[in-house]
């Protein structure tokens, strides 16, 4: 393992958490700036993933209640508010995956940013937190020291793409953009979308701030392509629109949902981190082989995402399809980290500056507590590909 020793800041206070109404933040865009961001299924359907066989796994073996776990309660705070890109999380807590790893429960709560969730573990006010790698490392970049201890998306979300009508031709490689207005929030989509046309020879790209409005400038053909997140590409082809697609880790490869812990937390609670993990994947193994069900559970947690059921259910087959199997979780097994991407994401986050001080970026993240001999881990690609 390799990570850093600083120490933590003293934590500000843990508030009371219940339910999945946010006690951090407001709401934002699925995407945000720093997001991502039918009818139900039968969530019990053994067929699709449900029974011990079929990547729900054997209860005896997930830990059960004979474990007692040191923090049985703990709160996940998410990147944002509460979407498809969630599903795995939702799947394990309506099936009861937590509860069989020792949890009593497990409160979710929407967040306010991959950066506010990465500072809150440190800082202890909540145990576990979804966070990105280019979040991970410029939080470590000051006092705080938020550790990755399993990788969700191993892709980044991160996205250059255009409407068809709106530019006039198909959008297949990014020398095509060569002189164009492109849009993006600012902070770090900016900062790796830029390292994308530098990593790939554009250099002659305007960079525009579209705030939180960017699909809708987009499709107003007030900029000729965005910056943002595979999110924002759903919304905007619920729209209606014919959207094209550059992906940003093809030229600079980096993780995007990830599970963070404070540091000194996961050093004096390594099995309460490692049995998180573990009904974590076997929810994201659920949740992929009942989508319906996993929406199921997303609503029930937040009755106003009934009214955008299909958007959600299009966000998560995304995901699941393309951001949550790579070379590595073949090899090595869900959520493991590789080297090269977090160092990738560093010296693109380093060239344009964005670090005050220094990061070594193979002491942020650990595979420590990931358990490869449970079969939702180990085996998460099989499984997913059945």
Known sequence: MIRSRRAILATLGTAAVSGCTGRFSGDGDDGGGNGDGDDGGD???GSDGGSDSDGGGSDSDDGGEDNALAVENPSLLLNWRISGLHAPYFAAQSQGFYEDEGFESVAIESGDGSDFS????????TEFGVSSSDQILGVNDGDLSPLAVGIVMQRSPVVVFSSRERFGEELTDPSQLSGATVGSGPGMVRQMMRGYFEAT????????????????????GEIDAAGGVFGDVVDARHQGAEIDV???H???????????????????????VAAFLRATARGAVWADRNPEGAIDALVDAQSELSEVRENQRAKWDLMRSE?????????EGWGW??????????ETLDAGDFFDGSVDPDAVWTNEYLDTDDEHIGDYADLVDQ
């Open 43 to 45: 969530t019990t359907n």
């Open 118 to 125: 990465a500072q809150q573990v440190a800082l202890g006010n």
């Open 201 to 220: 020879g554009v250099t002659d790209v305007e960079y525009v701030d579209t705030g939180f409005d960017t699909v809708q400038q987009l499709l107003n």
């Open 246 to 248: 550059l992906s940003v």
């Open 250 to 272: 093809d030229a600079v490869p980096s993780y995007g949902h990830l599970l963070t812990v404070g540091e000194s937390f996961a050093e004096e609670n390594p099995e309460t």
């Open 323 to 331: 951001y949550m199997v790579s070379e590595t979780v073949r090899e």
């Open 337 to 346: 980290s590789d080297p090269e991407p977090w160092r990738q994401t560093y």
